[in-house]
């Protein structure tokens, strides 16, 4: 068991170039506005980005191969301040975790699961710091945003290393279902394209679709699936929307033809 | 009537720690943005976070209760910018507002009414002020913004003492109805769970709900009532989305059942 | 042909005030979040705000006319950076653009017409530069934000003047077309109202409407049209929304009823 210390210096941490946010908070209402204010407070002058503030609600499996897929664009030194937690007030453990010279910070429900699956070297802590005030539904604000914060500005981050109590070995490394519905409705395969054969085909709802390079080599209102700029195999309907076309929804199954 | 030194010399008044807007907005248009762009140009440095940009649309009646309630979670020092302003271009007066170490700036329109009422100490100013240029439906760009931010900054804002011509004594101290629906579908009322007997039952469109203390405790699908992060009374479904399980939209009558 | 010399001597640019951007990538998921990060990772310390994050999804005929009509309000010195791109990864050129000491970074597809048209003085500029990583389908993030940002702090931009080569001289100065639907259901057209006859009524989707100054001089109700804060002939109901209550959707003919 290292102490506080330990987990600075393991990392040679300074100070963060950035904070991303992984939420399914929204963003229009009270939820990011509130964990803004609070990181604009303890840690002032660190740029903060909202990565997904509609991570699939509720669902740390589905948001797990989001996660770790996108995460892996980031740079080091970035903070990922990560909250998809139904468990939130229940027994579940508060985490944060070095990845490869990124931080993340969270409940322990397996949301980090890939990350750590994923990475060459990770190291785990649990959260035994808790604020003055922590409120039974929202510890996005009131623990992880401190504690993010807290990191992000170099502090030595409170923290008990642990083997992550909540890994998930019996998840796969490739998601076979659809994990996230843009704005434009392509669907979001929780898949890396560079897992599947060339030639893949991938089934949905009943259709089959080929791959494609870029949207505009196919006809409109033609469906197809492509590896999207960060990596997953994503399903799309050129000048279409794919969520409706196709039917299609978070968790809907995927399947690999040949 | 004071004058505009008055104000200042009341407050203390140095510069903000942060600014909040509290509008009926959204995010996505072009409105919020252009408010960011004044407030950027004119208090540059000042963090700026949504608080809500969702609040109830042209509505500032429900908005009010929010608006009392997440104010009072912030630091003192903040300026809430606050546009829920459906008679935008009439004869409602432009108002700016100290209330326990807290500026408010926005309509007089009843917005400032909860604040006001639960605060130990307000201090109400009539905005006397006018830009060079000032459209006649969007003073949250042309006036409120530019005045948000002078009082950012730390200037002596103009402004002329008053009482303040909008209170709306007839609101009642609680509100009895459905007053915000978040990202999760969980519908927020305008009650407060402190004014509300430890064991209260809530009666909402043909059901009446028991008080929970989290979710998790909680059979999957159950409707409850509980206590939210800010203190409001809040109706929720675990795992389900209340609003559309129990059919609720904002104004909807909340009652308090023995 | 210029060289890149040309251009930042040409403009006498510094450094950015702001950086606004124009897009349809949505709020709330991966995309903007991503530019972002681009930007607060290259251009430290220059304001990013959301001017429309929603503009007219993959029509870049309709955002052209915004995009004109909301750059104008701006300061000089204000980046835009402008992402409404269906032929990404096809042939259209990749373009910035001075328009009376304004930028604009984005595609070449027509999106850029009007800001031309309208403006004084304009130089426009192929962008040969590329990024070591180039994806297929996200050159908002990888090609375009890091020249805004290269722009916004000052930096000589690599580009070669040119002709724009997506000039579109078929389209019309007005576009009597619904542009876009704001967050109340107000239906913004592509026209602006000082192109209008004062007296000038508007016939769309069977209605035939009348110019109003403000909402609070109608009737609950009623539909009217009025000029914008920024200048466009607006289709609202007062205390309703007009895209619902007329059956409104992008797209949709406007004619000029005499």
């Known amino acids: 068991m290292a102490n506080a210390l330990d987990c600075a210096a393991a990392a040679g941490w300074e100070r963060a170039c950035l904070i991303a946010l992984?939420?399914?908070?929204?963003?229009?209402?009270?939820?990011?506005?509130q964990v803004k204010a609070v990181l604009a407070d303890m840690?002032?002058?660190?740029?903060?980005?909202?990565?997904?503030?509609?991570a699939p609600a509720g669902d740390p499996k589905a948001s797990a191969y989001l996660l770790a897929t996108y995460a892996a664009w980031f740079p080091k030194r970035t903070v990922f301040l990560c909250v998809v937690d139904p468990g939130v007030g229940g027994p579940r453990p508060a985490l944060f975790l070095e990845a490869d010279g990124r931080w993340f910070v969270g409940p322990g429900n397996g949301l980090f699961e890939l990350v750590q699956r994923r990475a060459r070297e990770t190291r785990c802590f649990?959260?035994?710091?808790?604020?003055?005030?922590l409120s039974a539904s929202f510890h996005g604000r009131d623990l992880f945003a401190p504690f993010a914060a807290m990191l992000a500005r170099g502090d030595t981050p409170p923290g008990r290393s642990c083997e992550d109590p909540s890994r998930r070995a019996d998840w796969p490394d490739e998601l076979s279902e659809i994990a996230y519905i843009d704005h434009y409705g392509n669907a979001m395969t929780?898949?890396?394209?560079?897992?599947?054969?060339?030639?893949?085909?991938?089934?949905?709802?009943?259709?089959?679709?080929?791959?494609?390079?870029?949207?505009?080599?196919r006809?409109?209102?033609a469906a197809f699936w492509y590896e999207n700029s960060n990596g997953l195999a994503e399903i799309a309907v050129n000048q279409g929307r794919a969520d409706r076309d196709l039917g299609l929804s978070i968790g809907a199954p995927v399947e690999i033809a040949a």
Chains 1, 2, 3 share one sequence.
Do not use: K, N, Q
């Open 126 to 133: 649990e959260i035994d710091w808790r604020p003055e005030r």
């Open 22 to 33: 992984f939420t399914d908070f929204g963003l229009d209402g009270p939820y990011t506005g």
């Open 190 to 217: 929780g898949l890396r394209a560079a897992a599947l054969p060339a030639d893949a085909r991938l089934s949905v709802a009943g259709r089959v679709l080929e791959r494609a390079t870029t949207f505009s080599d």
């Open 43 to 54: 840690a002032p002058g660190v740029p903060v980005v909202d990565l997904f503030a509609d």
């Open 219 to 221: 006809p409109r209102g």
